[in-house]
């Protein structure tokens, strides 16, 4: 699972806009948006959209998650 703060970390590693990673996960802008506001998992999230946002970060290999919490540069 990917937690808002993970997305938000992720999201400025890349460089990336948040309507960049809305169009490279296939989700919707608000989808992004909802799940940055909150640090944790949000209970209504479903999987599938949070695998899709996490395949996005991890598809440039250039970021690895490790739980909940970690966010990592590969390569760094």
Sequence with gaps: MLSGAQCRM???LLCWSVRQLAERADVGLS???RLE???TVPAS???GTLQAIAKAFTDTGKVR???LDGVYMVGV
């Design 10 to 12: 992720a999201r400025g």
């Design 65 to 67: 998650f490790d739980g």
């Design 31 to 33: 989808t992004i948006k």
């Design 37 to 39: 506001a909150l640090d």
């Design 45 to 47: 999230a479903q999987v």
